[in-house]
């Protein structure tokens, strides 16, 4: 399938989506907001594929909504302060909220705005030290409308992400680190490296499994304890009866590495 302002590609087991717009610092156009959705629908429809990197293109990683994008991005007169009905399920932040696969952001550069966005609703996050995350939203006049309301208060704490928020903070690679906003800042030339390197771990384990911790860890983000533990415990049924949980115990006795097919 074609990607319009968006590259796809597969090594292995593990997909690469890259933001491709670098003159506009990957500004996000309609065509990206489509092909991004589509994107990772078709990775989390792959079996082959275990492990999904999102990235950008050239020295950016994404500078928000493109005003200035001819697709339509920008209100209409005709609209004026009038709200608009949208189809939010196809969405990119709804879709990379229930896609299964572990998704790991290499932020190469600044992730503002939509950007900032998207880039929280990722399960990993590994920035270059050129990196920076701006919840610039009140500057614009806007709110975080890709998630960041319900995402940011859950990882920084409702006092920090107030303080990011309501002041439009614009913070380094290693004060999103510090904060716990990303999992590590590695140098600028490693960084692809490195978070290949993480997928590739990731990979090597059962990916039935690693699908299943994702979904039950979403699932509990919003459950009552025992809720959760019922849940868990029915996911942990079929599991016992996957080939790759037979492969899990036998490579443990013969004290060699599994080889785990997902089925």
């Known amino acids: 399938m074609e990607y319009r302002d968006l590259l796809y590609a597969k090594d292995g087991h593990v997909a690469t989506i890259t933001l491709n717009r670098p003159d506009r610092l990957n500004a996000i156009s309609l065509a990206m907001l489509e092909s991004f959705s589509a994107a990772l629908r078709e990775a989390d429809a792959d079996h082959e594929v275990r492990v999904i990197i999102l990235t950008g293109a050239g020295r950016g990683f994404c500078a928000g909504l493109d005003l200035k994008d001819p697709g339509g991005l920008q209100p209409s007169e005709e609209q004026g302060g009038r709200s608009a009905r949208f189809d939010l399920a196809g969405s990119p932040p709804v879709v990379l909220h229930t896609t299964d ?126 809720a959760s533990v019922h849940h868990v415990y029915l996911q942990l049924l079929p599991l016992f009866a996957s080939q790759d949980f037979v492969e899990g115990i036998q490579s443990f006795m013969e004290k060699r590495a599994p080889q785990f097919k997902g089925r």
């Open 101 to 226: 696969k572990p998704v790991i952001c290499a932020l190469n550069g600044a992730a503002v705005g939509y950007g900032f966005d998207m880039a929280l609703g990722c399960d990993i996050r590994i920035a270059s030290e050129q990196g920076r995350l701006g919840a610039v939203f009140t500057r614009r006049a806007i709110v975080p409308e890709s998630g960041g309301t319900w995402l940011l208060p859950r990882l920084v704490g409702w006092a920090k992400a107030c303080e990011l928020a309501f002041r439009g903070a614009i913070i380094s690679a290693e004060e999103a680190l510090r904060l716990g906003l990303v999992n590590a800042v590695v140098p600028h030339e490693r960084l692809m490296t490195e978070t290949q390197a993480w997928a590739e771990e990731i990979a090597g384990n059962a990916p039935l499994a690693v699908q299943a911790t994702k979904r039950m860890m979403r699932l509990g983000l919003e459950e009552s304890f025992q």
